[in-house]
């Protein structure tokens, strides 16, 4: 399975900088606009190239996101940024308007383009569509089970690549498209900047039915009947490779460093065969999330509705240098002498030790590290590498 591209979010430079480091053969980014995740903070055009150089140097490949709904106002500097994005050596343009594709192939044919997930491809005749028009790659709809990929698969060209979500947020509207933020936050989803409204907390009644209620899952956390489970496909790996998907996809280009590290590492481990289902499955735990399902692949989502977040690690600090026997770390979370901090590598696994003697780069100690990304230095028993990451477990307890 090693062969199989595994592609990262990177809503940021240090979240891309950790998609590398964890080992995602590629990320995908957006650019100063035109992209569906106006939140995050995301490159401009000269940071873009800066990550873009950055990542061909490790051997790595970068793809841009410009899969908004284009707007006519949208069409007139449309040219000039799809020009900067080919100049800077981007390795594909992820779409899904058709104008914005009809204007990647006619001006920029050298510029590879990616059909998005927003596009709803789930067919072998869509999929044999946009090759034609010059796509190289199709990014799945998510509603796809796995005998409906082996069968789009098996009826459209080798060389088309195709590539599915495995990890992360799923949205309750088909591949995205909602229109809840627009009408009640008047947040244009589609166009990068949604609300995320079926997140919120609602309770539900039919006028013409008084007394009927929706059903609602409700915890201590309150009830979200909209909101849906995240996607963990992890198990299935073997069975997507089968299926004929080239490139395994993780959401998240509004998370964390610390998720995407995470996340982007357990997959890879579990694709070079270098950890136990069990252990990964724990790793995957360990970040902020939804109950886990393994969204359409094997057949319809779970009824109910996941209400709150689960988290089995609370993230720590990053290494930023180390020598024998030491490390140097930037706070991130708060940490006390005495805690078990756990080891997040991508060479290792399972890894932990005490937080003791820890000091500030003067020397004076620290018993407790509450403030915000001060530098600190302790004693470390393992050869970390600045980029690793250190967590502290909250729950032992298996999260769905």
């Not at 480091?21 to 995050?40: E, I, K, S």
Request: a negative charge.
């Amino acid at each position: 399975m090693a062969k199989i591209e595994l592609l990262a979010p990177a809503g940021d430079a240090e979240c891309l900088r950790a998609a590398l480091h964890f080992g995602a053969d590629a990320v995908y980014a957006g650019g100063p606009g035109m992209h569906l995740r106006a939140g995050a903070p995301n490159f401009t055009l000269d940071t873009l190239a800066d990550a873009i150089a950055y990542t061909h140097s490790l051997g790595r490949r970068l793809y841009v996101t410009v899969n908004a709904l284009a707007h006519n106002r949208d069409m007139e500097e449309m040219p000039g940024y799809l020009a900067s994005l080919r100049d800077m050596a981007a390795d594909a343009v992820i779409v899904s308007d058709m104008g914005v594709f009809s204007l990647c192939r006619r001006l920029f044919p050298e510029l590879p383009v990616h059909i998005s997930t927003q596009a709803s491809c789930i067919n072998y005749e869509s999929a044999a569509f946009y090759h034609r028009l010059g796509a190289g790659r199709v990014v799945l709809g998510r509603e796809m089970s796995l005998e409906e990929i082996a069968q789009l698969r098996a009826r459209t060209d080798p060389a088309l690549e195709l590539e599915a979500f495995v990890h992360g947020a799923m949205c309750m509207a088909y591949s995205g498209r909602c229109l809840l933020s627009n009408y009640l936050a008047g947040r244009e989803g589609n166009g990068g900047a949604c609300a995320q409204p079926c997140r919120w907390q609602y309770a539900l009644v039919e006028e013409k039915r008084p007394g009927q209620y929706y059903p609602l899952y409700e915890d201590e956390k309150g009830s979200a009947i909209l909101s849906a489970y995240d996607l963990n496909a992890l198990p299935l790996l073997p069975r997507l490779l089968e299926a004929g998907v080239s490139s395994l996809k993780i959401e998240g280009r509004m998370k964390t460093p610390y998720y995407v590290a995470t996340v982007t590492g357990a997959y890879r481990k579990a694709l070079d065969g270098t950890g136990d289902t069990v252990s990964l499955l724990r790793e995957l735990n360990s970040i902020s999330h939804r109950a886990y399902c393994t969204g359409f692949y094997e057949g319809p989502i779970p009824a109910g509705n996941p209400a709150g977040y689960l988290q089995g690690c609370r993230f720590a600090a990053v290494v930023t240098g180390a020598g024998p026997g030491w490390i140097q770390v930037e706070q991130r979370g708060r940490f006390r002498q005495g805690d078990r901090l756990e080891v997040l590598s991508p060479v290792s696994l399972g890894l932990s030790f005490p937080a003791q003697d820890m000091t500030d780069l003067e020397g004076a100690p620290v018993p407790d590290a509450k403030r915000v990304q001060q530098t600190l230095r302790m004693p470390c028993p393992y050869p970390l590498q600045p980029g690793d990451m250190l967590r502290v477990r909250v729950t032992e307890e298996a999260l769905g």
